[in-house]
């Protein structure tokens, strides 16, 4: 099936279900790409938060200002890799890196590349899923569905 090639999920689970609100960060340096990720998420109905940042060294800032206390941690987030200033790999290695409520926090990465290596090396930094950009709206709007098994795992299955 056309829609679903560009769809890799791993092991790690989301936030506990029944939340209902969550809070997310998406990584996007392309504003359409941000505005169909948001899109992705009203279709499918996810009550969120979404932080839009268009850079790595920005989401390192956020993660420096959620460890220090001020600002909230995300429930997911969502990772371009191809990135101004600091790249998604940067920025994963680095969460990875921190205290412990960041090494289990769900991450999708959202990448028009198909890499074979990058695949490989993200899912060595224990993301959640990969999903390849595709140029097909409707196609890209199966994100939401995956970022709804992620964050409410219960509900999904």
């Not at 140029?135 to 999904?156: N, T």
Request: hydrophobic letters at 40%.
């Amino acid at each position: 099936m056309a829609g679903v090639e560009h769809v890799q999920e791993t092991g790690r689970s989301g936030p506990a279900p029944g939340s209902g609100h969550y809070r997310v960060i998406v990584v996007e340096d392309n504003r359409a790409d941000a505005l169909l990720v948001q899109h992705a998420f009203e279709m499918h109905r996810i009550n969120a938060e979404i932080t839009i940042l268009p850079d790595g060294e920005g989401m390192i800032a956020a993660l420096d200002r959620i460890e220090a206390g001020a600002i909230p941690p995300p429930d997911l987030i969502l990772l371009d890799l191809n990135l101004p200033r600091r790249d998604g790999f940067e920025v994963l290695t680095d969460l990875r890196q921190r205290s412990s409520w960041c090494k289990d926090l769900p991450v999708v990465i959202v990448t028009s590349s198909d890499a074979a290596r990058d695949r490989e090396t993200t899912s060595n930094l224990g993301i959640n899923a990969y999903f390849r950009k595709p140029s097909d709206y409707d196609q890209f709007m199966q994100l939401g569905e995956l970022v709804r098994r992620i964050l409410e795992p219960a509900a999904a299955g």
